[in-house]
C-alpha cells in the first residue's frame, strides 16, 4: 500500500490538475457561445446570397457557368477543418479518419485527390502520411474573420475555376448542440441544390450587366461563403468538444480525488490503529 505522504502528493497533483480543467473549461464555454453567435450573424449573408444565386440562375435560360457544370473529375480536392492544438476530445480524430477512409474508397493514387488544410492537426496528419497538401492556414484565431482564411478561400475557387481541380469537398465538424457534434461531408464545387428561383417573376427584374456577367461575379463569392460557413461552424464544434473534453477531465479527476481520499482515510486509520496496538502491547509488557 502507498505512503501517506505519496497518497496525499498524489491529492494534491490531481487537485492542481482539476482546476485547470476547470478553468479551460470555463474558457471553452465562452468561446463556443461567441463562435455560435459569429455563426448566427452570417446566417443573413449567406442566405441572401444564395437567394440572389438561385433568383438569377433560375431565371437564367442556360447555364453554363462552369462552377455550376459537372465535369469529368481527373483530381478531387478535400478541403479539412481541424484544430491547431489538441485537448478536444475526439473532435479532430473524427475528421481525419473520414478523410482516410474517403481516400481509401475512393482513390488509387496520390495524383487522384489533394488536401486543403485548415488547421495544425490536419496538416501534421497529412504530411506524416504523405498525404498531399496543396494549401494550407494555421494557426487561424478561435473566432477566425473572413480576412484570415480569404487568401486561401479565393485561391482554392480559382484552382476549380482553372481546371487544377475538378471537384471539391469539405470535410468538418457540423455544431449540433454542446455536446454533439457530427462528422459532414459537403460537396462544394461545382455547386447543387440551389434551390430555383420561381421563373415566372424573373420579368419583373432588369439585369445590368447580364445575368450572366453577375453570376461570372456572385458564383465565386457564393463558394467563398459556403467554405467561411463551414469554418465558422467547425470553429463553434471545435470549441464544444473541447468544452466537453475539459468537463469530463474535471469529472474524472473528482471522481480520483474521492478514490485516493477514501484510499488515504484508510491508510490513516490503519495506521492510528497501528500505533494504538503498539501502545498497548507496550503497556502490557510494563505490567
Known sequence: MASLREIKNRI???????????????VSTSKMNKAQQNTRSFLPYSKKIKEVVAHIAGGSQNHTHPMLMHREVKKTGYLIITSDRGLAGAYNGHILRKLTQIINERHTTADEYAVIALGQIGYEYCRKRNIPVIKSVLGLQDQPSYKDTQELVTETVDMYANEEIDELNVIYNHYVS???????????????HIEEAETTTSGLYEYEPSEEALLDKLLPQYAESLIYGALLDGKASEHAARMTAMRTATDNANELIDDLTLSYNRARQAEITQEITEIIGGVAALE
Do not use: F, H
Not at 490531481?14 to 485547470?20: L, P, R
Not at 457534434?181 to 461545382?190: A, F, K, S, Y
Open 12 to 26: 494534491d497533483s490531481t487537485s492542481n490538475t482539476k482546476q485547470i480543467t476547470k478553468a479551460m473549461e470555463m
Open 178 to 192: 454542446a455536446i454533439s457534434q457530427e462528422v459532414t461531408v459537403d460537396q462544394l464545387l461545382p455547386i447543387e
